[in-house]
């Protein structure tokens, strides 16, 4: 509305004469000095001229800097905004306004948040006013399109809340941490429902199956492939973008988004035309790669860069104090919280998410028929600060505000919209291996290979989500440090990767999956040393006598044909692990040994071989059971009695519920190797076994 727009250039003109009576290197008028009207005019004058500015020229500057790496690209806003209030002073008559760059720098910054928070707050009372903002905030360029009515469908946004466990959640809403959440479940509109995950519970082998139907031969977050001699990561985006190839070549099927659909911060694109911040397109190189573009969607509005960049120097800060606290506090248990990671964790618990959020309410306003986002703020700081930490806590209150705003928008968007929130799995606290037993799983492998143990071993970093996003920002390369893409020869020494509480021993000399009998003949003392350790679940490795078989204490071995019968080490894991350990056993690129970590039922605590505190990525407590929050308008996920298993699963079910809302006409399920539910699909069983394994 027009007054808002003039409410917004007084303020501003207000802010303006405030500030050049505190700064003394910012002035608004002449040296033999002016009347307070003159002045006012000036600072007027200069107000409407930075404003129009900051309208046109902005999102130009931002959209020639796109190929500028992000965070840079939030460095240099303040920098880019004093610019255009020099420029805005220039054109003052007479020459009555002056600031030098410092203080231009300052100024700038501080009319744009003005402006900012009282257009936001002059738009929450005209619904009209605050439905363009809000389209203006995800993507201006969509105001150019037709403003036709809607269809009368409803369409549906997936929110994924990474690793938010269905029990945190759970706890989350009776604490009124997440009163979103809460009010939907109160008022029945939504129904909550547990699944669980696969072997492999970290996001590369769920968003995998959920979005494209296939989470065939993902054995874990990183992995070593012998045929290639590649190590594989989920976060890596040639790795990423070579699982989603093979997993559509493995269904037939483009994926979930494939009709009508907007991929937004996610791992992979699940077939959608419309993608930003995913990192399976990050690979490729020129105009022809999109997944940045969530970025100059967001920051051209220059209010929103500045506010976002403030807050995001406001998270930094609080991770710092946090960290401090922890550590004189002597927190237990605790990893090292330094370096880069405050950095890492403000990108993804405010970049990422601001980011995302403006792009998931522009697909809304566009009338997008699905849409499907990944939040991935919580999994970053619950890794290094615990699943059920204070820090933690507040992250999933500024989440279910983020659902709040989603669920605004959905009232003023073009057409209706049925809002599904999701985890890909949930987090298992514990301390790390490395610090209740003082050497790490590589340590124990070379010793039980009788090869020497340095005495400062490398750790494995983090794998969280937020670390690769913030690599993609920086076209920075993904490789880990000491983490090579490509080993340089087939050595006789092992290669210990760790997902979690995951770990795999793979030998790169021998072409072929290792048997145990090969293994015992080259390292007598190997299983052994690994089957007995305190800190040691069980063992999956393939025997020539009996086939598969998992080892555990005190010489346990059991085939996997007889789990039903005699769980044994994996009696603790759960009802649905024997069939997850069959499954992972007929992947083509399984590891020569699958170690999972132990597991303290009593506590849920696992032990992480990386350095995490709140780990995923194996068997063993909460990371297993992440929810499915969706509306009552949708059938049931499974049939009364039945669970809901497997990532692949979850996929058939929202394919189900697309189709049930009259939506994206999604194609009926064509998995060359597995057989497609019918519309009625209830079953909750681990999904079959690939036949050509």
Known sequence: MWWRSIAVWAVSTVTMLVLAGILPDFQLQSDNGDSATRIAVTAALGAGAFGILSALVWPLLVRALLLVPALVLGLVVFFLNGG?????????PDGRGEANPETAVVVAAVMSAVASATGGALAVRDDDAYRRRLYRLADRRRRRGSAGAGPSTPGTVFLQL???????LRDAVDLGVMPTVGAWLGAGTHRLTPWSTDWSSQTGASQLGILHGSNYDVPAFRWYEKDTREIQVSNRPTS????????????????????????????????????ALVLSVAARRGKENRSRAGYF?????????????????????????QSTRARLTRQRPRVGRGGLYPFIRAFATVVERDVVVAAVIGDMLAGRSAVYADLVAYDEVAHHSGPVSRDAEKVLARLDRSLALIAKVAEH???PYRIVVLSDHGQSPGETFRARYGLGLQDLVRAGCGLPVPRRARRTHSGAEARAAVRAALRRPVEEGGEKHRPASRSSEPIVLASGNLGLVSFPDVPHRMSKEEIDARHPALLPTLANHPGIGFLLVRSEEHGAVVLGARGAEIPLADLDERPGPLADFGAHAADAVRRTDSFPHTADIMVNSWYDPAEGEVLAFEEQIGSHGGLGGAQGH??????????????????LVGAQQVHHVLRRWLREGSGPQVPLDKSRHEPAPDASFTAATVTPQDKSA
């Open 162 to 168: 990474d690793g938010v466990g269905h029990d945190v």
């Open 240 to 275: 990423a973008a070579e699982l989603q190839r093979r997993a559509i070549e493995h269904t037939g099927d483009g994926g979930l988004l494939t009709l009508d659909g907007a991929s937004r911060g996610n791992l992979f694109s699940g077939g959608a035309e419309q993608v």
């Open 297 to 321: 969607a967001y920051f051209s509005d220059p209010a929103n860069a500045v506010r976002t960049a403030l807050s995001f120097g406001a998270e930094v800060g609080r991770e710092i104090g």
């Open 413 to 415: 968007a073009p057409r």
């Open 84 to 92: 255009l209030l020099i420029f805005a002073l220039a054109l003052v």
């Open 626 to 643: 992440p929810f499915l929050l969706a509306p009552e308008a949708f059938s049931f996920p499974v049939a009364k009695g039945t669970e």
